[in-house]
């Protein structure tokens, strides 16, 4: 598929969100700033998607475009950045280990032990196409994935999100554009991430409910965990009560394992754990995840639909 076809369309086209009743706790709205686009009902945020860097960050990536806070309908911040264990984790945030074409290689993820990491970071350029409904909101950015003054990739997101009075789903939609032919190196781990905080106890679900894998590898993809429609991670708080993030991993998406922690509260469903991936010069890579964030324990019918949904290509959303 031609790029530059593509991307003129990209706005246009539905993310996926089931059908639901509406959470009726107020306006919805999007508010886009030189520093981050807020979306908001009744002034409290349901997220937040950083444009630029903090200047009183502790997190070592440069880059910013990442989503923090990430809140439940109650109002609890599931998501963290720099946390002890790793302060170049951020939030919801995309970013490989290890992307190279003939314009240069670097780390976007924050480790550097494969490529290089000075100089390379995400540069937010536009957010456009901010709408929104009475129970959802919408907006896209325009990100460059920078060594030095080169562009090794051309990043559009477009971000949906549905309120619902039990949940918030929230539809992510990466498309990364290459000029020239770019490989993303073979890793346990890397790109489409939630970082939790760690703070409360994590029990893993998927379909099937609660599961206990080995913990995976960060250094053998072989390690990582089959793929599912979902994941979830329901976080015990202080009363006794529930609440936790799922992720969806859309079917369209290439060949995915998941590199999941619970002891640091990481979900990764990661493509390039089975093999390295390219994209052929010209063309786009496109991949779709929905995070659901909820109160109380994991809904699992309603994952099992939202999930069946994505895969029957159902669509609602600005």
């Known amino acids: 598929m031609n790029y530059f076809r593509f991307i003129q369309c990209v706005c246009l086209i539905p993310v996926l969100a089931v059908a639901a009743p509406p959470d009726d706790g107020g306006q919805v709205a999007v508010t886009a700033q030189k520093e981050a686009v807020e979306v908001s009902r009744a002034g409290v945020p349901a997220l937040r998607y950083l444009l630029e860097k903090p200047a009183d960050s502790a997190c070592t990536s440069p880059s910013a475009c990442y989503f923090h806070p990430l809140t439940t309908p109650s109002g609890l911040t599931v998501t963290d950045v720099a946390p002890d264990d790793h302060l170049h984790h951020r939030g919801v945030f995309l970013a490989w280990l290890e992307v190279r074409n003939d314009a240069g290689e670097g780390d976007f993820w924050g480790w550097g032990k494969h490529a290089a990491l000075e100089n390379r970071r995400l540069v937010h350029r536009s957010v456009e196409d901010v709408e929104s409904t009475s129970d959802r909101a919408a907006f896209s950015a325009v990100n460059s994935w920078r060594a030095g003054e080169l562009t090794l990739l051309e990043e559009t997101l477009r971000s949906v999100t549905v309120f619902r009075e039990d949940m918030r789903i929230h539809d992510m939609h990466y498309l990364f554009a290459a000029g020239t032919e770019t490989v993303l190196g073979q890793h346990a781990f890397s790109g489409f991430s939630v970082r939790l905080r760690k703070d ?119």
């Open 200 to 318: 409360f106890p994590i029990v893993i679900h998927d379909p099937s409910g609660k599961i206990d894998l080995p913990q995976p590898s960060h250094l053998k993809p072989e390690s990582n965990w089959p793929d599912r429609p979902w994941y979830a991670f329901e976080m015990t708080l202080p009363s006794g009560e529930k609440a936790g993030v799922a992720v969806l991993n859309h079917p369209d998406n290439p060949t995915t394992t998941w590199h999941n922690v619970a002891r640091i509260g990481l979900i990764n469903p990661c493509i390039v754990a089975p093999s390295a991936v390219t994209i052929p010069g010209g063309d786009a890579l496109s991949l779709r995840y929905r995070v659901v964030t909820f109160d109380g324990p994991v809904p699992t019918a309603t994952l099992d639909e939202l999930a069946g949904d994505m895969k029957s290509g159902a669509a609602s959303a600005p």
